[in-house]
């Protein structure tokens, strides 16, 4: 306030006050409505750590001690660490794999022209955006024949598919950053196309690998439909987990507010992690395409 | 091959050259391109062609679930004919409720996106980095939790009910008529943060000099948001729509979790109607025929924006 009033006893121009107001008024603005979107989720999380009694209490007891009760509930009743576990599991195997399997492909994609590579492009762009729940009955079909219902190697197997071409259009653009130039002198020095890509464009891609690695972590974490339907007891992973407070009409809110927070908190960490590639990953990735 | 290269004028790069002499021949840098497609086309097309090939066969049969393959009967194009002529047929009540949905969601979505991503692109913003950050929570939840969450919150004593009651609203969302809204408003809240953020990202690429020049030559701002932005923008609209219309069209998880179609069939969207065919109607002939409708429906809607990137691209390059 005596900042502002200085530059106002200071005779500065209108214009200046006006910017000052104008970015006042815009930051007020963007702020309640970044408020607006958070609160649900911070409700949530406050929530959670509520006694069963007061969370499901109306009006709402905003001032209401505080407990990690519902925490240990989820931990010993449901056994979510279990759960935690497989999901773990299964998101990270898919994203290792899945990184592996598209680099090559990303590779080709950045640097060679060859006939059909736009048809190839297309196809790989379908397979990436074909409805997940169309093809949810014949992979439980081709799961029991093979006998890998209820494994993990069951769900990254079906993961891939969707992740791979995910994979290949996001390293793409990473690759295409890396400079032809820096290649090309190494094929020059003598390095063979492989060690050129090895020593040189690989080590350069690190943070494209990391990227769209935890995006692929993310997409495996939350995945729903293929879990649901291909897994009973073993393998199940936290999305599927959502029915043991859902037992006829009897809804839990309690242990249901913490497994959410359990459940969604690790991605929210893993997404504030590559914060800075959510921008250049979301529109170079798809703008370049 | 060559001579492709050469109309696109770009002619052989040092590396393809190089390559060429140390191989020595044509053929091994011919085929290199598509050896190092191979992994990914095996693991992705490998893994998909059967369980394809399976729905497009299971549409063409009669076989209830839970009974024996043994059981199911070649029903010729029946189960086409009954979705699209039989007067319970739910299927152009989903394709209503999918379109209604996805297209709401998406318009709402950018509208509210955009103007809240021109508000970020002021020229001084307390904490813009934070409130992008901030803004990346909501897309990042799972979509099941994000459903529950709100189930629970839109329960007459939940948390949202006691806040609308507060401006006097008091909406019961269980109910046919507020059902879908309902919906639609959990997508409006977990995936309006997308489209700020990349339209944000699109508004920050738009080079000052060309809207100072607009400025200069006294062109007001909403006329420079309209005339120089949003075409600027489009590309990236465009780009950011149909990611989220596909993520739409085959969504299920919050549906599922909310209302799992109901109340009776009041959001019964497509992927609802696949289940619902699937462990209600017990029917997997008919499940498998909606399967391929809404591929069929996604294919055409990926391939429509597609050609509108490459044509979008191409008119920039020209107008560049």
């Known amino acids: ?289 | 091959m060559e001579s492709r290269k050469r109309k696109d004028g770009n002619g052989l790069n040092t590396a393809d050259v190089i390559v060429k002499q140390r191989v020595g021949g044509r053929s091994f840098r011919q085929i290199l391109p598509y050896v190092c497609l191979l992994p990914a086309f095996l693991f992705t097309v490998g893994v998909l062609l059967y369980p394809t090939l399976k729905m497009f066969h299971f549409s063409f049969l009669n076989w209830s679930f839970g009974r024996g393959y043994e059981t199911a009967e070649w029903n010729g194009l029946q189960n086409y004919t009954w979705l699209f002529a039989s007067p319970s047929s739910t299927l152009f009540h989903s394709l209503r409720l999918t379109l209604l949905y996805s297209g709401v969601s998406v318009v709402a979505e950018l509208g509210i996106g955009l103007a809240v991503a021109t508000l970020l692109n002021r020229e001084r913003i307390f904490g813009r980095v934070i409130v992008l950050t901030g803004f990346m929570i909501p897309t990042l939840l799972m979509p099941v939790m994000v459903g529950m969450m709100w189930r629970m919150y839109m329960y007459p004593n939940g948390m949202l009910s006691y806040f609308l009651g507060l401006v006097g609203l008091k909406i019961n969302w269980y109910t046919a008529e507020w059902a879908m809204p309902a919906v639609i408003m959990i997508e409006i809240w977990q995936f309006t943060p997308f489209f700020i953020i990349s339209l944000f990202a699109g508004l920050r690429a738009i080079p000052d000099e060309i809207l100072d020049a607009a400025a200069v030559d006294g062109a007001s701002g909403w006329n420079r948001f309209w005339h120089i932005s949003v075409p600027y923008l489009r590309p990236i609209i465009v780009v950011t729509a149909m990611i989220r219309m596909l993520w739409l069209l085959k969504s299920f998880d919050i549906v599922y979790t909310m209302f799992t179609g109901g109340p009776g069939s009041a959001t019964e969207i497509l992927g609802l109607s696949i289940y619902r065919a699937l462990f209600l109607a017990r029917d997997i002939g008919r499940s498998a025929a909606l399967s391929v409708i809404l591929a069929v429906l996604t294919l055409i809607v990926t391939y429509i924006f597609v050609r509108f990137i490459y044509r979008s691209r191409e008119a920039m390059e020209r107008s560049l």
């Open chain 1, 1 to 289: 306030m005596g900042r502002r009033l200085q530059y106002f006893s200071s005779n500065r121009t209108l214009l200046q006050w006006h910017r000052r107001l104008d970015s006042i008024v815009a930051s007020l603005a963007v702020w309640i409505i970044l408020i607006l979107f958070l609160a649900p989720y911070l409700y949530l999380i406050v929530w959670s750590f509520k006694r069963p009694g007061d969370i499901q209490a109306y009006p709402p007891r905003f001032l209401s001690p505080l407990t990690v009760e519902n925490y240990s509930q989820i931990f010993a009743d449901v056994n979510i660490a279990f759960f935690l576990k497989n999901s773990a599991i299964v998101a990270g195997v898919t994203t290792v794999l899945s990184l592996l399997l598209a680099i090559s492909a990303a590779y080709s994609f950045a640097r060679f022209r060859f006939l059909g590579k736009d048809w190839l492009a297309y196809l790989f762009i379908a397979i990436m955006v074909a409805p997940l729940i169309s093809l949810v009955y014949p992979f439980l079909v081709v799961a029991n024949q093979i006998g890998l219902t209820d494994t993990h190697m069951g769900l990254v197997l079906f993961y891939l598919p969707w992740n791979i071409p995910f994979a290949v259009w996001m390293l793409r653009t990473f690759v295409s950053d890396v400079p032809q130039e820096l290649e090309d002198s190494a094929l020059v020095d003598g390095c063979t196309r492989m060690g050129a890509f090895a020593r040189i464009t690989a080590p350069l891609l690190i943070p494209g690998f990391f990227t769209t690695g935890v995006f692929i972590f993310i997409g495996a974490w939350n995945e729903f439909v293929i879990a649901f339907f291909l897994t009973s007891t073993k393998a199940r992973t936290l999305p599927t987990t959502i029915d043991f407070f859902l037992t006829y009409g009897s809804f839990q809110f309690a242990p249901m507010f913490a497994a959410g927070v359990v459940s969604t908190l690790p991605i929210v960490a893993c997404g504030l992690l590559v914060r800075r590639y959510y921008l250049t990953g979301t529109t170079a990735g798809a703008l370049k395409g």
